[in-house]
């Protein structure tokens, strides 16, 4: 493996390691552990799961879990700025090694199998369109498992 791909690498499995973390790398209860990154105009993570078979977004993670989670502003904030340092690292590593960055990476983590999914895109999703958001982006995507 190049330097490129063991440095992508890392900062992909960073990516899932802190949401997973999130809660509490509890792989009895945690069936999935969903990632989102865009990189566009700026920096946007977010993270959903499910748990029990229930599909929660991370502040709903306590309804459906029997371990109990810190739940505080304060560490709900410390996993997306955390997220978003990755994805800057991520682009800058890809305009140092003058690749394209992608504008999307959506990666899907199952505990229980260790099976590991993802997704890449370097199409915009939203810089261009009037109205859409990130996070319309992230709520697409909830409700495209959800089905």
């Known amino acids: 493996m190049n330097d490129f791909?063991?440095?992508?690498?890392?900062?992909f499995t960073e990516l899932v390691?802190?949401?997973?973390?999130?809660?509490?790398n509890n792989?009895?209860?945690v069936d999935t552990v969903y990632?989102?990154?865009l990189i566009e105009?700026?920096?946007f993570y977010k993270v959903f799961y499910s748990i029990n078979n229930h599909l929660v977004k991370s502040h709903k993670v306590n309804?459906?879990?029997?371990m109990q989670y810190d739940m505080s502003n304060e560490r709900a904030f410390k996993l997306l700025n955390l997220g978003k340092d990755i994805l800057k690292g991520i682009e800058s590593l890809f305009k140092s090694h003058d690749r394209d960055v992608p504008t999307m990476l959506k990666l899907q983590y199952h505990p229980k199998s260790g099976k590991f999914?993802?997704?890449?895109?370097?199409?915009?999703?939203?810089?261009?369109?009037k109205t859409k958001t990130a996070q319309d982006v992230y709520e697409e995507w909830f409700?495209?498992?959800a089905k």
Not at 17 to 24: A, H, P, Y
């Open 41 to 43: 105009s700026g920096y």
């Open 63 to 66: 309804a459906v879990s029997e």
């Open 5 to 11: 791909d063991s440095k992508f690498q890392k900062l």
């Open 27 to 29: 792989s009895d209860e």
């Open 35 to 37: 990632v989102i990154g």
């Open 143 to 145: 409700e495209e498992i």
């Open 17 to 24: 390691e802190i949401g997973f973390d999130f809660v509490n």
């Open 117 to 129: 999914d993802s997704e890449f895109s370097y199409e915009k999703t939203f810089t261009d369109h």
